[in-house]
C-alpha cells in the first residue's frame, strides 16, 4: 500500500513553517531554544519514520549532536554554551535536510494537483456529474472519481494519476480542489 504524499507533504511543510520560531528562540536567547530544536527534530523524525523515509537517520544524527553536547568533562555553564553552539550551528543542515525531502514529494502532489484541476473542468463541463445538497460531500468526490476513471476520455489521466498518488490522495486532492458550484 503506498504512503499518503498528501498527509507527508503536509506534515513536513508544516514542520518548515514552524522553524523561523525556532530561529527567533535563538536570536531572543530563549531558555528554552535547545528544547524547542530538538523537539522539532522529533517530531521530524516521527514523520520520516512513518513514511519509510531514509532521512529519518539523519534527523536523528542531528538530535544525536545535540544531546551529545551534555555530556561533557566539563560541568556547569561550559556543557550548556557547548550544547547552545552545537544546536545553533545545525539549524540549517537540519531545515535543509527536511527542505530537501519535501521537495520532489511536493513537486509531486504540484503536478498532480494540475491533472487533477484539467479532469475536474473537463468532468464539470460534460455536465454529467451534478451535486445537490442531500449528497454528501464525501460520496459526491468519491462519485466523481469513478466517473473519471470509467469515462474514456478522462480515464487516461485517471490512470495517471493512480500511478503517481495512493486512491486516498487522489481523492483528498480532487476534495481539495474541487469547486462545488461548477457542479450546480
Not at 531558555?31 to 523524525?45: D, G, T
Not at 549532536?65 to 556547569?76: F, P
Not at 550551528?89 to 537540519?94: F, S
Request: proline share 2%.
Amino acid at each position: 500500500m503506498k504512503k499518503s504524499q498528501f498527509i507527508l507533504v503536509s506534515h513536513l511543510k508544516e514542520q518548515l513553517l514552524g522553524f523561523p520560531a525556532i530561529v527567533s528562540s535563538l536570536e531572543k536567547k530563549d531558555p528554552f531554544f535547545i528544547e524547542k530544536m530538538i523537539s522539532w527534530l522529533k517530531a521530524v523524525e516521527d514523520i520520516l519514520s512513518t513514511h519509510s523515509i531514509s532521512e529519518v537517520s539523519e534527523i536523528a544524527g542531528f538530535r544525536s549532536k545535540i544531546l551529545a553536547g551534555k555530556i561533557s568533562d566539563d560541568r556547569g555553564i561550559h556543557t550548556k554554551k557547548n550544547q547552545l553552539k552545537i544546536t545553533a550551528a545545525l539549524l540549517y543542515e537540519a531545515q535543509n535536510c527536511v527542505l530537501n525531502v519535501l521537495l520532489p514529494h511536493e513537486n509531486k502532489m504540484n503536478e498532480c494537483r494540475e491533472i487533477t484541476k484539467q479532469l475536474l473542468a473537463l468532468t464539470a463541463q460534460s455536465k454529467t456529474q451534478v451535486y445537490h445538497a442531500d449528497i454528501k460531500f464525501e460520496d459526491f468526490v468519491q462519485k466523481i472519481w469513478w466517473y473519471i476513471l470509467s469515462d474514456n476520455d478522462l480515464r487516461i489521466g485517471g490512470i495517471k494519476l493512480k500511478s503517481m498518488l495512493s486512491e486516498m490522495d487522489i481523492i483528498m486532492l480532487i476534495a481539495d480542489e474541487i469547486d462545488i458550484q461548477d457542479f450546480s
